[in-house]
């Protein structure tokens, strides 16, 4: 059983940071890409970053520069550090490990809301 659990969303505001964790349970974590969607009040989810095992990053290009991934192998956790933090940042924002074999999982979604 495979479960993602995110944390440290909240209030902000503009121009605060913020550091999202993801504790990953299960053998899944150590050959996944973790990744970071989000979904903005009233749109569909779209991607923020992502990470793979090795290390590799991939970036939304409307956010490189702001946000940073970064995964601990050891913990079974993946970060993701957003600074300089916009109103248009508001969203929920998703957990996600993704193998070719081993399948796609969500975590539950962790609130974040930036005030202007």
């Known amino acids: 059983q495979v479960q993602l659990v995110e944390s440290g969303g909240g209030l902000v505001q503009t121009g605060g940071s913020l550091r999202l964790s993801c504790a990953a349970s299960?053998?899944?974590?150590?050959?996944?890409?973790m990744g970071w969607y989000r979904q903005p009040p009233g749109k569909q989810r779209e991607l923020v970053a992502t990470?793979?095992?090795?290390?590799?990053?991939n970036y939304a290009d409307s956010l490189k520069g702001r946000f940073v991934v970064s995964r601990d192998n050891l913990k079974n956790t993946v970060y993701l550090q957003m600074n300089s933090l916009k109103p248009e940042d508001t969203a929920v924002y998703y957990c996600n490990a993704a193998h070719v074999l081993l399948g796609n999982y969500w975590g539950q979604g962790t609130q974040v809301i930036v005030s202007s």
């Open positions: 299960g053998p899944i974590f150590s050959v996944s890409t």
């Open positions: 990470v793979t095992p090795k290390g590799s990053t």
